[in-house]
């Protein structure tokens, strides 16, 4: 029976040779990961009240990144109980302060295509970029996952999005994603598994593949699937995953799609959403002259190493404008290291950039920089739901990398395009 590559996925994990979308099945899982929000602080109570064990330590993975920097008395208690469970436990792949969970996961060589994995925050579905089965899950269930190694899934039909062609210089992922959300709404994914594909997907970097299956949580997919082929086993064996295999995690040709849905690249305008929604996006000239007054390149889907790059390229022997605060927060540390070796960071800050820590800060709404009720901000983040990211009265408007920069420049929404 022919089978699409989430099924594949899915199959292997259940100890199968095939399934048939619709069926519920008991899936092993390769690996688990939480962040200090959602993780230890949680899951810890309910394992010492079950008087529970671990099933393996050696598949869990933990990240700080969201109550960080701990600038206040619960920031430090979260954060310090992440450090003391893991100790307790023993889980040797612990990460505390090294950036975002969903970035520091795949450059440490942590995923691998025809893995299943779990991640206790929405945003997990990034692991789908490097061929992996991964998706978002909440503390009740990933205490089964924690004592069993083990979770259920009802298998997911499969919704194609296909791109042909290229994408045209100033257009990137973010822009595909907001325009997928924009046509189909948040819940257009019907929490199946969603497949990006076509000449255009291929040409992407990993990053900007990251990005795509990152917001598939936006599109409102359980799961957003890269195939992988020659340029993840190139970016795999960069971060130490060796023995690489990519044929066997294809979708079969004659597969049953619920949905298949093309689209010529080149068509796709950069995007801007407005607030309050990733579903309210349009093309970036539809937004005449809305002034902005902060620009803030960060988060998992705006600030990793090839969206630094983006935004540098619109920056370079430019500044922000007067009035404008330019915020950066690298996705990463080892994603900051690079850009600063190579010149990207610094041709950020000469434009007035304002650099801050590698976490999640004022995306998930944490730490001291959130936004005022005065803020007018464009941003790389991945949601701009009424009061996220601050004050309710906010306004926070969504694009990539490129518009973020080039609308710093210009003080207001504006075309990247007329900047390159």
Request: aromatic share 6%; with cysteine.
């Amino acid at each position: 029976m022919a089978q699409t590559l989430a099924q594949k996925l899915v199959a292997r994990a259940a100890g199968r040779s095939t399934v048939t979308p619709g069926e519920v099945v008991t899936c092993k899982v390769d690996l688990a990961m939480m962040h200090d929000s959602g993780g230890p602080r949680r899951v810890r109570p309910m394992l010492e009240r079950l008087g529970a064990q671990v099933w393996d330590p050696e598949k869990l993975v933990v990240v700080t990144d969201h109550y960080l920097p701990a600038d206040d008395p619960e920031s430090r208690r979260i954060v310090a109980t992440a450090r003391e469970w893991v100790k307790e436990v023993g889980v040797a792949r612990f990460h505390d302060g090294e950036g975002i969970c969903h970035v520091v996961l795949p450059e440490r060589g942590y995923l691998k295509p025809g893995m299943f994995a779990v991640g206790g925050d929405s945003h997990s579905p990034t692991g789908g970029a490097f061929g992996a089965y991964m998706f978002g899950i909440g503390s009740t269930e990933m205490l089964g996952v924690l004592v069993t190694g083990e979770i259920w899934l009802k298998v997911p039909h499969t919704i194609a999005m296909e791109f042909a062609g290229e994408l045209a210089d100033g257009v990137s992922a973010k822009d595909v994603m907001l325009f997928l959300i924009g046509r189909f709404g948040m819940d257009g994914g019907q929490y199946q598994a969603v497949e990006y594909r076509g000449d255009a997907i291929r040409r992407l970097g990993m990053q900007e593949r990251m990005t795509l299956a990152n917001m598939t949580a936006e599109l409102g997919g359980q799961t957003g699937l890269v195939p992988p082929d020659a340029i993840t086993t190139e970016f795999l064996d960069s971060a130490g995953a060796r023995e690489v295999e990519i044929d066997a995690w294809q979708s079969d040709a004659d597969s049953e799609m619920l949905a298949h849905h093309r689209f010529d690249a080149q068509d796709i305008a950069p995007q801007v959403a407005a607030p309050d929604s990733p579903a309210n996006s349009a093309a970036v000239g539809s937004f005449g002259d809305t002034q902005v007054n902060v620009a803030y390149i960060g988060a998992c889907t705006g600030a990793k190493l090839a969206d630094l790059r983006m935004a540098a390229r619109i920056l370079k022997d430019r500044k922000a404008a007067r009035g404008v605060r330019l915020m950066v927060a690298p996705a990463s540390l080892r994603d900051q290291q690079v850009a600063e070796r190579e010149g990207t960071l610094g041709i950020l800050v000469e434009a007035g950039a304002e650099l801050l820590p590698n976490a999640c800060g004022a995306c998930a709404g944490y730490g001291s920089n959130q936004f005022g009720a005065d803020v007018v901000a464009i941003s790389t983040t991945a949601r701009n739901f009424k009061g996220r990211m601050g004050a309710p009265a906010s306004r926070v408007y969504l694009a990539s990398p490129y518009t973020v920069a080039a609308s710093a420049v210009a003080g207001r929404i504006f075309d990247p395009r007329e900047m390159l």
